[in-house]
């Protein structure tokens, strides 16, 4: 007799693309997904690291994630977006190419990933690779993408700003 799965071992992924590349990541680190705004650049940070944005009062540090991952992006169109996501106890906008649905993945549709499938993103980014049909979707591990180092320096500089603003409007 066939045991049912059970929805519990379901995952829920927001998927987006950066070029040619599709992705997921947990629906559960998703904030939320905002048109592309105008950033502040940072001086110093690294190339990934676009800058800041003022977010309804939030100051957050925004990262090209094609440049983290080294792949190739489309360029900045109508439908570049930026995923507001938390990683730790940051949050944090990634700038991607387009953000398309949100599905759900059942355990068993995904697979750790083969040594034998072609991507342009380092491994230590993946989570793995769900298996929809005939579409594969890379599933990234948003915890993977930042270092602790990284992180520390983009919290540094979101403080030095949000600083800098107190001084201001002090003045």
Do not use: C, W
Not at 71 to 82: E, K, V
Not at 93 to 110: F, P, T, W, Y
């Amino acid at each position: 007799m066939a045991v049912e799965r059970s929805s519990k071992e379901e995952i829920q992924l927001v998927v987006f693309r950066i070029k040619d590349e599709e992705s997921g990541v947990d629906i559960n680190q998703v904030r939320e997904i905002v048109k592309l705004v105008s950033i502040t650049r940072m001086p110093k940070a690294p190339a990934f690291i676009e800058g800041v944005v003022n977010l309804r009062g939030q100051i957050i540090t925004v990262i090209d994630l094609s440049k983290r991952l080294d792949l190739p992006s489309q360029g900045r169109t109508d439908t570049t977006r930026i995923m507001v996501v938390e990683v730790g106890d940051n949050t944090v906008g990634m700038i991607v190419d387009s953000v398309s649905e949100v599905l759900r993945l059942s355990k068993d549709q995904i697979e750790r990933t083969p040594q034998l499938i072609q991507t342009e993103i380092h491994e230590r980014y993946l989570r793995g690779v769900g298996k929809l049909g005939d579409r594969l979707l890379i599933l990234l591990d948003l915890n993977e993408v930042l270092s602790s180092e990284e992180i520390q320096h983009m919290s540094k500089h979101v403080d030095a700003v949000k600083d800098s603003l107190v001084k201001d409007f002090a003045n």
